[in-house]
Nanobody
Framework: QVQLVESGGGLVQPGGSLRLSCAAS????????MGWYRQAPGKQRELVAA???????NYAGSVKGRFTISRDNAKNSVYLQMNLLKFEDTAVYYC?????????WGQGTQVTVSS
């Protein structure tokens, strides 16, 4: 069974940093495209960052330069380092794995940026 478990969310002040983790089981991230998505109140779920099997990355324009997606194949985990956080980064963040056209989602972790 494929399962993704996110962790690392929480409350952080504007300008602060947070590191999200996504631990995968039942699937090897080295053979999967991985991504982080988020959904804020009143908005649709959007792609934040993605990394391909080959290591190519792409980011939403709103987070580029502030967020970094990475993976550790040995730990079968993917991470999202978030720096210089803004109020508008507040959302539920979801880990996603895609292999052979099949997508698996994590349960989500809440990130709240507030003074």
């Amino acid at each position: 069974q494929v399962q993704l478990v996110e962790s690392g969310g929480g409350l952080v002040q504007p300008g602060g940093s947070l590191r999200l983790s996504c631990a995968a089981s039942g699937i090897s991230i080295s053979f999967s495209h991985m991504g982080w998505y988020r959904q804020a109140p009143g908005k649709q779920r959007e792609l934040v960052a993605a990394i391909t099997r080959g290591g190519d990355t792409n980011y939403a324009g709103s987070v580029k330069g502030r967020f970094t997606i990475s993976r550790d194949n040995a730990k079968n985990s993917v991470y999202l380092q978030m720096n210089l956080l803004k109020f508008e980064d507040t959302a539920v963040y979801y880990c996603n794995a895609n292999r052979d056209g099949r997508a698996t989602w994590g349960q989500g972790t809440q990130v709240t940026v507030s003074s």
